[in-house]
């Protein structure tokens, strides 16, 4: 085996991609160092006020105790399987808060942060990795869809909605409408990804590409995706591309605002880049220790997009002890409803599986439905006597 | 009461759709401007705008994963897949999607989304533009599969299929685009998912659908010449099949023969075959008989007449049928 088939250590590739950063490659957006220090940046800024630079962390918090109760309930037999997103909070709370009520997301199925911002119940992430459910909820309504576990799909999805956000004429103003689909490094090796770049830059579609870059796309590294990066390539498409710190809360919800109002005005698509880390394994059924070593993930936990922040917090005399402590209990609050409530999930009938396929039901799906209700009332009566 | 080519049939059909559904959009390759290479969606778009007849980048998986996305967001897309063989790089979007979204919500979404495609042989095409694809989707739960056989069909079964919530592929007989034949504006004969005997008789039962209806009802004017009395039963609909007219036809006749384009190896004729075996097993007088095309890759235009079941290659399934 070659060197070359082997990931490089992660300090590597952020160096020799500052080293190769051509001279009209856009600046790396980073308001907050992972030391905790405020850094200005030529086009991007953010002012909060105090309670909402603290919301921000207590977001933050929250989303990785969530999602840390995720990988404890798969690994207590009580789900299938979790993605984790530990690392990414920064990425998807920062781009998260960044939307407006009337925005319209597209997930992948990692993005339970963005979730959680969006105000919505997450239930819906934990009975789809239950197996309860497939993950049905009002999307309409939540301006949320469903999570896509086919990769890349969802941003067809997204330029189709996007051009008819346009057909409608929301675009325009401080009240149009954008829309926002996240997605991975792996995605956009995918056909349908650069389909999607085609169409919605042809058609000036209301639409921000948001590219969490977590390093892996499962065991395979960015150098086996692609040999410019993803904020580099968009201009090849006619779109804006933005390289982001991903895990600088404060950047990402910058140039997710500037992206979203650029596509609310009717200027048309462009992608974001966030540079962040997967610190946890693909799923819970991924051994990451064969594909990547400890060196590489202690160069990530020095980057934890929450230490920073806090670090920063108080510094700026934002938030204090009394401050963390209450959000550690809200966060633990949460975390408390969230395990009784997938507990208490009720099983799924049999003839869920039947009953939503089609709007009426053919006749021969029936005759199928009334065998297995028959049948499992047979057993169901056996097991009885 | 107007004659008209299936193709014309068409356009009226979609031209009504596009006047009584403001939400109701044509996308696909060449739609637009050109009106379609075969002209189906001709002036369509300059009577309704690009908006409304959205000529598309040359992406298949695009056509229908947009298509889907414009669904969501309340628009009822009806897209053209060229030609048959160029379907499958939107397989994922159809399957994995278009297929799947409505019941992954629980019922919550549903996708009005059309999706035309011209199929099957017999133009002396090169390759990839004679196929018959229509089992993948048929074997595909949360598609609604159709086919129209004549232009009375092709102009009301657009229109059912367009007023359907759920997605639906729709087959156009590429080779029967020409043919002329009277159109009822005045109202739908069928339903949408209704199968229709063509021609009744007694001896056996032909089963056909889209292109091979025509083949059908020419064996049975042929056998009929011989005293032999044929009944033909156009399927219409591939998915959900409408199985009460095939099965009375069979009690009636005790015999059938499915005719299809597409390789015979798990194609319609086979679910066909099993299903009746299974329902009149009593009433066969021989063994539900298959004429379709061979397990190859669609040939070369001039064996297309060898691949394609023909008039006698019907007639001696028929004769085989008699025999048992």
């Known amino acids: 085996m070659g060197s070359v088939d082997r990931p490089r250590p992660a300090k590597k590739t952020a160096k020799s991609r500052r080293n190769s950063a051509s001279a009209n490659e856009p600046e790396f957006v980073q308001l907050l160092t992972p030391e905790g220090k405020r850094r200005s940046h030529p086009d991007y800024d953010v002012t909060f006020t105090d309670e909402e630079y603290r919301g921000l962390y207590r977001d933050l918090v929250i989303t990785r105790e969530l999602d840390a109760q995720g990988t404890a309930l798969q690994r207590q037999g009580q789900l299938g399987l979790w993605p984790s997103l530990l690392g990414q909070e920064a990425a998807q709370v920062g781009s998260g808060r960044a939307l407006k009520p009337q925005d319209t997301v597209f997930p992948a199925y990692r993005e339970l942060g963005v979730q959680w911002c969006r105000g919505l119940d997450i239930i819906s992430a934990f009975s789809l990795f239950r197996g309860v459910d497939l993950g049905g909820r009002d999307t309409a309504a939540d301006r949320f869809q469903m999570y896509e576990i086919v990769i890349a799909s969802q941003t067809l999805h997204a330029a189709g909605y996007a051009m008819g956000v346009a057909k409608d004429g929301a675009v325009g103003g401080d009240d149009g409408e954008a829309v926002i689909v996240y997605h991975g490094d792996g995605a956009t090796s995918e056909g349908d990804f650069n389909e999607a770049l085609i169409w919605a830059g042809v058609f000036n579609a209301p639409l921000v590409f948001f590219c969490q870059n977590n390093q892996y796309a499962i065991s395979e590294p960015n150098t086996r995706q692609f040999r410019v990066p993803p904020h580099r390539r968009a201009e090849g498409f006619g779109l804006p591309g933005v390289h982001v710190d991903g895990n600088d809360v404060l950047a990402s919800y910058a140039v997710t605002e500037a992206a979203l109002d650029r596509a609310r005005a009717g200027e048309g698509p462009s992608l974001i880049e966030a540079f962040t880390y997967r610190m946890q394994p693909h799923t819970t059924s991924d051994d990451a220790t064969r594909y990547r070593d400890e060196a590489e993930l202690d160069y990530w936990r020095a980057k934890d997009p929450i230490l920073r922040y806090r670090t920063w917090l108080e510094a700026e005399s934002l938030a204090d002890a009394d401050y963390f402590a209450a959000v550690d209990d809200e966060a633990a609050g949460e975390v408390r409803e969230l395990r009784q409530r997938v507990m208490d999930l009720p099983d799924p009938d049999v003839t869920d599986m039947f009953d939503a396929v089609y709007t009426e039901m053919p006749a021969p799906l029936r005759a199928e439905r009334a065998e297995a209700v028959a049948f499992r009332a047979s057993l169901d009566e056996g097991s009885e006597s | ?324």
Not at chain 2, 59 to 65: C, K, L, Y
Not at chain 2, 168 to 175: A, L, N, Q, S
Not at chain 2, 187 to 205: E, K, N, Q, Y
Not at chain 2, 212 to 229: C, F, P, R, W, Y
């Open chain 2, 1 to 324: 009461m107007a004659t008209m080519t299936m193709v014309k049939a068409l356009n009226a059909g979609l031209r009504r759709i596009l006047e009584e559904d403001d939400k109701a959009l044509i996308m696909g390759e060449d739609v637009g401007r050109l009106g379609g290479v075969f002209r189906v969606t001709d002036a369509l778009q300059k009577d309704f705008g690009a908006e409304r007849v959205v000529d598309t980048p040359l992406a298949e998986s695009g056509i229908i994963g947009t298509a889907i996305g414009l669904a969501l967001r309340g628009y009822r897309p009806i897209c053209e897949i060229q030609f048959d063989g160029f379907v499958y790089p939107a397989f994922d979007q159809l399957v994995s999607q278009l297929a799947k979204i409505p019941n992954r919500s629980g019922g919550r979404v549903r996708l009005p989304v059309v999706v035309r495609i011209p199929y099957g042989g017999g133009i002396g095409a090169i390759e990839h533009h004679s196929e018959s694809p229509e089992a993948y989707f048929a074997h595909t739960a949360g598609l609604k599969v159709v086919t129209c056989a004549d232009p009375n069909d092709a102009y009301w079964m657009i229109r059912q299929a367009a007023a359907s919530d759920d997605p639906v592929i729709f087959f156009e007989p590429k080779r029967r685009y020409h043919a002329k034949a009277e159109v009822d504006t005045t109202g739908a004969p069928l339903g949408l998912h209704d199968a229709r005997v063509a021609r009744t008789g007694s001896a056996a039962t032909l089963i056909a659908y889209g292109p091979t209806v025509d083949v059908a009802l020419n064996a049975a004017s042929a056998a009929a010449e011989e005293g032999v009395e044929l009944e033909v039963v156009d399927l219409r609909s591939l998915s959900p099949i409408d199985w009460e007219p095939l099965e009375a036809s069979l009690r009636k006749t005790g015999r059938a023969i499915v005719v299809h384009e597409a390789p015979g190896t798990l194609g319609m004729g086979s679910e066909i075959a099993a299903r009746l075996s299974e329902r009149c097993f009593y009433s066969l007088e021989a063994p539900v008989l298959r004429v379709t095309g061979y397990d190859v890759p669609y040939p070369a235009s001039r064996l297309e007449d060898d691949y394609l079941p023909n008039l006698d290659r019907v007639l001696d399934a028929v004769d085989r049928s008699l025999e048992y």
